[in-house]
């Protein structure tokens, strides 16, 4: 079993910047792939970042150039750093870790970008 504890959200203005972080823990360390999903009111879930055990990430189009992800394999946490938010980015975002035997969601934190 993984735990995920997730933080950094809150409100931001449009243009500006703010980081979230996902620590993962429990009997379960081989993790694998870390990402962060979104989902906005109304919207379904869609991925915003992936990264490999080896550092390679992927990103949605959307967030490319603005959004970062990165990775602290000793302390099994992902971070997401956001920068010139917009009011589409407005949603709660999600981190999944992926082990070798199944995949964990984390309950998600609010990200609300004002105009």
């Known amino acids: 079993q993984v735990q995920l504890v997730e933080s950094g959200g809150g409100l931001v203005q449009a243009g500006g910047s703010l980081g979230l972080s996902c620590r993962a823990s429990?009997?379960?360390?081989?993790?694998?792939?870390m990402a962060w999903y979104r989902q906005a009111p109304g919207k379904q879930r869609e991925l915003v970042a992936t990264?490999?055990?080896?550092?390679?990430?992927n990103y949605a189009d959307s967030v490319k150039g603005r959004f970062t992800i990165s990775r602290d394999n000793a302390k099994n946490t992902v971070y997401l750093h956001m920068n010139a938010l917009n009011a589409d980015d407005t949603a709660r975002y999600f981190c999944?870790?992926?082990?070798?035997?199944?995949?964990?969601w984390g309950k998600g934190v609010l990200v609300t970008v004002s105009s």
């Open positions: 990264i490999t055990n080896g550092g390679y990430t």
């Open positions: 429990g009997s379960d360390s081989s993790i694998n792939a």
């Open positions: 999944k870790v992926v082990t070798w035997t199944r995949s964990y």
